[in-house]
C-alpha cells in the first residue's frame, strides 16, 4: 500500500514520495509534506524559472536561487494561495480537480478552448499541462511546427481537461516515470493512428 500524506500544495491526502527527492532539510520537508502528484508539477515550474531568469545552473547562485523558488513553490504563498482567496482574484470550479480554485488571468490563448479553460480551469491545474503537453509531444513524437502536430496537441489538452477520465480521482496515484502516457486520470487517451 503506498504511502500518503497530507500535501500542503494540493490541501489533500495523496500518495506521497518513497524517498526523499535530495538529500537535507528541504527535500525532507517535501518528502513529509508532498504529494507525488505536487512533486510532478515542479519540472515545469523550475524549466519557466530558469528560462524567466537567464539562470545557469553550473553557478551555486542560481541553484540557491532555485532551491528558494522551489521552497515557495510548495510552502510559499502559492501553496497557500490555493485556498486562500487573495483579495480581487478570480476563482473558478475546477473541472479537473474538482473544487473552487483561483483561476487564470486571462485566456491561456485565444479562440473557444483558451475560453472554456480559462473559465473552467484552475491556474493550479493549468500549471499541470506543461509536464503533460511534453509527455504528449515525445510520444507522439509531435512536429510542433506540423500545424496536424499542433492539432493533436489541442485535442489532447481538450481530453486532458475536460475528457471522460480528465478527473482526478480520490486516492490518484500516477505510473512510475517512464512507465508511458496512459496515466490514470490523467487524460492521456492513446490516438488511434
Known amino acids: 500500500m503506498p504511502r500518503t500524506v497530507y500535501c500542503v500544495k494540493l490541501k489533500q491526502e495523496l500518495p506521497g514520495l518513497e524517498k526523499p527527492p535530495f538529500p537535507g532539510e528541504l527535500g525532507q520537508r517535501i518528502y513529509e509534506h508532498i504529494s507525488q502528484q505536487a512533486w510532478r508539477m515542479w519540472p ?15 553557478d551555486p547562485e542560481a541553484r540557491k536561487i532555485l ?6 513553490f510548495f510552502f510559499g504563498d502559492e501553496a497557500r494561495s490555493t485556498q486562500q482567496q487573495e483579495p480581487g482574484q478570480r476563482l ?5 480537480l474538482q473544487r473552487e480554485l483561483p483561476g487564470l488571468e486571462k485566456p491561456p490563448f ?21 509536464a503533460q503537453s511534453v ?14 502536430a499542433r492539432k493533436i496537441l489541442r485535442e489532447q489538452m481538450e481530453e486532458f481537461f475536460f475528457g471522460q477520465d480528465a478527473r482526478m480521482p480520490e486516492g490518484w496515484t500516477p505510473e512510475a516515470a517512464g512507465a508511458g502516457p496512459q496515466r490514470k486520470g490523467g487524460g492521456g487517451v492513446a490516438r488511434k493512428k
Open 135 to 148: 509527455l504528449i509531444i515525445n510520444h507522439y513524437g509531435l512536429n510542433m511546427a506540423d500545424p496536424e
Open 92 to 96: 473558478v470550479y475546477c473541472a479537473k
Open 44 to 58: 515545469a515550474q523550475s524549466m519557466q524559472i530558469i528560462n524567466e531568469r537567464g539562470l545557469n545552473m553550473a
Open 67 to 72: 532551491r528558494q523558488e522551489m521552497e515557495k
Open 110 to 130: 485565444p479562440g473557444p478552448l483558451g475560453q472554456r479553460i480559462y473559465e473552467s480551469i484552475s491556474k493550479q491545474a493549468w500549471e499541470m499541462w506543461p
